[in-house]
């Protein structure tokens, strides 16, 4: 008998993974029968904010063959899976506003630096994603107050972490040093607050103990894919900033330590995702046959979470527009098939006029990871 929970998924097109190289996992990926869900409230968070035509002015959850949210978390509850997108979209825009800002004398030419030179910047930009943040907020603590204000305490964790491996990152004397704060940085903790947020996953303090030690394998699992298949990406924003934008990548840590090529480097991070791969599976099969008194129906949802959350990430570093081809179109293009269908993108970001207590002390909260727009430190439509 299947899972009950995985009714709300189904396996994603096996021609994308079989025998293809990229794909770094054993593990097949699943995809939210409710996917569109996301990737409406992917646009609609860049309409909140950008507007009609800067849609794509940031390449955040959208791939071709499905939405980091409907990836990640297959299993959503469809009423929890469109704010998780928005939310993450959100990410996206925080991680690109947190590189340094392109000017006329570091960055090149492009369409989309000065679109996001006109457009990211000033007022009426900061107060547009402030409302949109004051509109997400709404939406996870309206839905459920209680795992809503966990992840966007996360979200504030992660915010910090981020900032300490730019600080750190020529500092560090061994890979495991990168790799430790790298899990942070890339907001594996984060992920998995959203995907519990998304199918309502509650637990108690012993069940998450109780898997850690054979989960762990998949949070460098999560580093090594994503240093893999973003390394270009980061070279050429480096390149392309004659320098101010960083890398952050482990191919870096192993060419200094080491003494690797890029392409050894890259044989390395795919070689060790494998062996990863392989040592989650031992210790999940170990960790199954020797519980007693059996394993409850909640830790194996946590452990299929951690999973899909696994691949989710595999599969979207491999494929998303952000990665494979910036610049926009994809988003464009889905908008524009969208219309064509009919579907109403007229529920733009709105301040609130009341709010309860929670709302606001969170909506403030959030707003405070918003040093990268301007210094913004708090909303105050959003205090209490």
């Known amino acids: 008998m299947a899972d009950p929970w995985k009714e709300r998924s189904q396996i994603l097109s096996p021609p994308l993974r079989a025998n293809n190289a990229s794909y770094l996992s054993t593990i097949p990926p699943r995809l939210s029968k409710y996917a569109r869900l996301a990737d409406d409230a992917t646009i609609q968070f860049h309409l909140d904010t950008v507007g009609v035509d800067?849609?794509?002015?940031?390449d955040g959850n959208l791939t071709p063959c499905g939405n980091l949210a409907a990836m990640m978390y297959p299993d959503a509850l469809p009423d929890r899976l469109g704010v998780v997108a928005y939310m993450l979209e959100a990410a996206f825009f925080w991680d690109d506003l947190?590189?340094?800002e392109p000017d006329e004398s570091t960055?090149?030419?492009?369409?989309?630096?000065?679109?996001?030179?006109?457009?990211?910047?000033?007022?009426?930009w900061k107060e547009k994603m402030k409302q949109a943040f004051s509109k997400a907020v709404k939406g996870f603590i309206t839905v459920d107050p209680v795992m809503g204000s966990d992840v966007l305490r996360t979200w504030n964790t992660w915010r910090a972490a981020e900032m300490d491996i730019h600080g750190r990152f020529d500092q560090y004397s061994t890979l495991d040093e990168y790799v430790e704060d790298r899990i942070h940085d890339l907001a594996y903790p984060c992920a998995m607050e959203f995907g519990k947020f998304a199918s309502n996953l509650k637990l108690t303090f012993d069940e998450e103990e109780s898997v850690q030690h054979g989960i762990w394998p998949?949070?460098?699992?999560?580093?090594?894919?994503?240093?893999?298949?973003s390394w270009d990406k980061e070279l050429k924003a480096h390149e392309d900033s004659d320098g101010k934008i960083p890398i952050i990548n482990a191919v870096v840590i192993l060419q200094r330590l080491h003494g690797l090529s890029v392409d050894e480097a890259k044989v390395y991070l795919k070689n060790k995702c494998f062996e990863l791969d392989r040592e989650y599976h031992r210790r999940k099969e170990k960790f199954i046959t020797t519980t007693e008194d059996g394993i409850s129906p909640s830790v194996l949802r946590l452990l299929d979470h951690c999973e899909q959350t696994t691949t989710g990430h595999?599969?979207?570093?491999?494929?998303?527009?952000?990665?494979k081809a910036p610049g926009g179109d994809g988003y464009r293009e889905y908008y524009a098939s969208r219309l064509r269908e009919g579907a109403d993108f007229s529920n733009g970001a709105k301040a609130k006029d009341t709010k309860t207590v929670q709302e606001a002390q969170y909506c403030e909260l959030t707003m405070r990871?918003?040093?990268?727009?301007?210094n913004i430190q708090r909303d105050d439509d959003c205090a209490a």
């Not at 800067?54 to 940031?58: F, P, Q, R, T």
């Not at 595999?314 to 990665?323: D, F, G, N």
């Open 314 to 323: 595999t599969m979207w570093v491999m494929q998303s527009y952000r990665h």
């Open 107 to 124: 960055v090149k030419d492009s369409v989309s630096n000065s679109r996001r030179e006109a457009h990211m910047k000033g007022p009426v």
């Open 98 to 100: 947190n590189c340094p």
């Open 218 to 229: 998949l949070k460098p699992h999560g580093v090594y894919c994503n240093d893999y298949h």
């Open 369 to 374: 990871v918003g040093d990268g727009i301007d």
């Open 54 to 58: 800067n849609i794509g002015i940031v």
